[in-house]
């Protein structure tokens, strides 16, 4: 008995460690970018759009933004007892078994590597991240699984960093695997929403410029962030204001590679517009799993449980 | 013995394709790093609930009484790509898990590893969290 269970302990070894293998070998690497083409164009959907569909990826080393000495790593990654057990500056990735690439910043505009942002609402995140115990209102709507935004829901993260674009006539989706959002883009030309419609994630419209899906998105909420993960780290809980304006460019430049910016400009909350870019990495064989991430969020309630128990305790301390 | 094998395929699984992965929510907010505690107890139920799993366990106290525990994990889709599945670990399955307090003092913990009867060791943590280094994970930078 002993001997079959070892037996079938080696082919279960075997047969995983083939499995890796042939994962870490499909991962996009440098090298695929280097066999691009100048020809190089991509192929037509039936309803003559560049065809852009496939599972995406953008797991990444590169920070954000360029680091500072004067930022607080501890606060924007949610320490809020500031005693040094925050995930600290290092960008959090997904770097075993993939070959990851480390670039200087995320932020690629301003040239410096730092978004300009002003400086009540540097104030506004550091309360609301060091209040985090005290109320609900002071997490980010990732925390409380309503979004992570647009485009913050394309900042890669350590996990579920996995995006399946699909088009249809007129339309381009976006199924993000993180909390399970899904993003439709109408690109037959229609005009924006009126200005009384207010959304979370904004009213997205596409177009094509060439190979390139330009997406024009107004009609914010003033109630979402930019940014909500840790590894957006100074614009993490940054708000954002009803006049957030954002344009995306998805440009397939090869078969395995779509370059991906998007211009942000929100003149109440940042003192000019500001760019980030990054790769999306083809993975066919990357799985998105549903991330039903309502269905028992029990980390709101312990948070605000904590915050409780804490001010208990410095009203018990208080009088004695 | 074939659950053996299964969970024994599970942790290589683990070991050779670990991917660390990240909470959405800081581990700081709601855990105290300087409380660590060891449960040794029954697997009652385990949640596959999202954004984070929780492994129920009843512990028995000092008096003999049983005192149910609650142990988060990582986030589903990130224990399945570490070779967990909603079965691996069936109620009635005697286990050790070592984690972190609750700050509010309940009986809850956030989980960094779970030992079963035959030793073997299951990562159950979500790296990048902000708890502390303490070896368990296999992302941890050295």
């Known amino acids: ?320 | 013995m074939q659950t053996r094998v299964v969970l024994a395929a599970v942790v290589i699984l683990i070991l050779a394709a670990a991917i660390p992965v990240v909470a959405h929510h800081a581990f700081a907010s709601e855990f105290d790093g300087s409380k660590p505690v060891t449960l040794k107890g029954t697997v009652t139920k385990m949640e596959w609930i999202n954004p984070h799993a929780w492994l129920h366990m009843e512990v028995k106290g000092p008096d003999g009484k049983a005192i149910q525990w609650m142990i988060e994990g990582g986030a589903p889709n990130a224990l399945l790509r570490r070779g967990w599945n909603k079965n691996s670990i069936a109620p009635g399955t005697q286990i050790t898990v070592q984690g972190f307090r609750a700050k509010d003092g309940s009986n809850r913990a956030n989980g960094r590893e779970a030992t079963l009867a035959n030793g073997q060791k299951l990562f159950l943590g979500s790296p990048g969290t902000g708890a502390p280094a303490d070896g368990r994970d296999p992302s941890e930078k050295k």
Not at chain 1, 101 to 125: C, F, H, N, Q, Y
Not at chain 1, 185 to 197: E, Q
Not at chain 1, 198 to 222: H, K, M, P, Q
Request: hydrophobic share 35%; charged share 20%; proline share 7%.
């Open chain 1, 1 to 320: 008995m002993r001997i079959r269970g070892l037996l079938s302990l080696v082919i279960a070894t075997i047969m995983i460690s083939a499995y890796v293998l042939v994962v870490r070998q499909n991962q996009p690497t440098a090298a695929s970018a280097a066999g691009r083409s100048a020809d190089w164009a991509p192929s037509r959907t039936p309803d003559g759009q560049p065809d852009i569909q496939g599972i995406w990826t953008n797991y990444t080393n590169t920070p954000f933004e360029v680091f500072d000495e004067k930022d607080n790593p501890a606060l924007y990654s949610g320490d809020p007892d500031g005693t040094g057990r925050g995930t600290g500056p290092g960008f959090l990735n997904d770097s075993l078994g993939r070959n990851l690439t480390k670039g200087r910043s995320l932020v690629v505009d301003p040239p410096s590597g730092r978004v300009p942002i002003m400086p009540w609402a540097e104030e506004k995140r550091n309360y609301r991240l060091a209040h985090i115990q005290d109320d609900w209102v002071n997490f980010t709507p990732w925390e409380r699984c309503i979004t992570r935004g647009v485009p913050g829901g394309i900042f890669p993260t350590g996990y579920g960093s996995g995006y399946q674009i699909l088009q249809g006539p007129g339309y381009v989706a976006i199924v993000y695997e993180m909390i399970h959002e899904a993003r439709i883009i109408p690109v037959d030309g229609r005009t924006h929403v009126g200005s009384g419609i207010r959304l979370w994630n904004g009213d997205s419209r596409g177009r094509w410029e060439g190979n390139t899906l330009v997406v024009d998105i107004t009609n914010y909420n003033a109630k979402g962030n930019l940014a909500t993960n840790a590894a957006s780290q100074r614009v993490r809980s940054v708000p954002q204001s009803e006049d957030l304006h954002v344009v995306e460019r998805f440009t397939r430049v090869d078969e395995h590679t779509i370059n991906y910016d998007a211009v942000i400009e929100d003149p109440k909350v940042f003192t000019a517009p500001w760019k980030v870019a990054m790769n999306l990495n083809l993975e066919q064989e990357y799985k998105l799993f549903e991330y039903a991430c309502h269905e028992g969020n029990h980390a709101v309630p312990n948070t605000l449980s904590a915050g409780r128990t804490k001010d208990r305790a410095a009203a018990r301390a208080g009088s004695q």
